[in-house]
């Protein structure tokens, strides 16, 4: 099915074809804006996906919106636009009041999202290292960490 939201072409998919991408788990911090206003506040990705991401907030956002999303990761900045599907409380976050799914607006982030999959597996990995072994890694040293223990297994 194809909508139009805002003058932009959204390509809107059924469940069962949302749910055929594997989500990642994550908690890397976004930025996101609606109509070119900042949102200012700190939200995090819960999960990832070729076709979308949840993120939690504490602001209400409602669903048909196009946003704009610039997750940060160290080094690496990445920006899509996207819809959001649906908006609900968070039971998981009481410091977020909200759980927000986006999809994305175009089949070709699908690409850049697969790079942004693997790059917050590594920030996790670099994350877990500090804390379980103490050991500050840079994000280049757990990147290479974890294409050496992990990259075979990514699906």
């Known amino acids: 099915m194809l909508a139009k939201a805002t003058g932009k072409e959204i390509i809107m998919t059924t469940n069962e074809e949302m749910r055929q991408y594997i989500r990642h788990p994550t908690n890397i911090p976004i930025e996101y804006s ?3 206003v900042t949102i ?3 939200p995090h990705v819960r999960n990832i996906s070729r076709s979308g991401l949840c993120f939690t907030t504490s602001t209400r956002i409602e669903p048909d919106k196009i946003i704009h999303i610039k997750i940060l990761l160290e080094g690496y900045d990445f920006e899509v636009e996207g819809i959001v599907m649906w908006c609900r409380d968070s039971e998981d976050h009481p410091n977020e009041r909200y759980e927000v799914g ?3 607006c ?3 982030a699908e690409l850049s999202v697969r790079m942004i999959e693997k790059l917050c597996h590594i920030e996790e990995y670099r994350q877990q290292v500090a804390t379980r072994e103490g050991r500050m890694l840079t994000s280049h040293q757990a990147a290479l960490e974890w294409l050496e223990k992990f990259s075979d297994n990514f699906p």
């Open 34 to 36: 609606i109509l070119d």
């Open 40 to 42: 200012e506040d700190k």
């Open 106 to 108: 175009t089949p070709r």
């Open 102 to 104: 986006v999809k994305f």
